[in-house]
């Protein structure tokens, strides 16, 4: 699975070496707007609904909902 992020307002790139271990991380900054679309469509598309509490079978707003 990719993330992509085009034209992010901010981000940066870190590698460290913690106990003879390389460490990389990427930090972006996401509005909360991007950011619900994303987890919403994270939520969707690995079918999770019941997780959180919404709609697990063709209900409005399922990934299985043939009107979303």
């Known amino acids: 699975m990719f993330l992509e992020l085009p034209d992010p307002a901010e981000f940066s790139v870190h590698k460290e070496i913690f106990q003879g271990h390389s460490i990389e ?3 972006i900054q996401i509005p909360k707007e991007v950011m619900d679309d994303i987890a ?4 969707k598309r690995r079918k999770l ?3 959180v509490g919404g ?3 063709a209900e409005w707003g399922s990934p299985d909902c043939p009107y979303d």
Do not use: L, R
């Open 49 to 51: 609904q019941g997780a």
């Open 25 to 27: 991380s990427i930090t």
């Open 55 to 57: 709609p697990v079978g």
């Open 40 to 43: 919403i469509a994270w939520i």
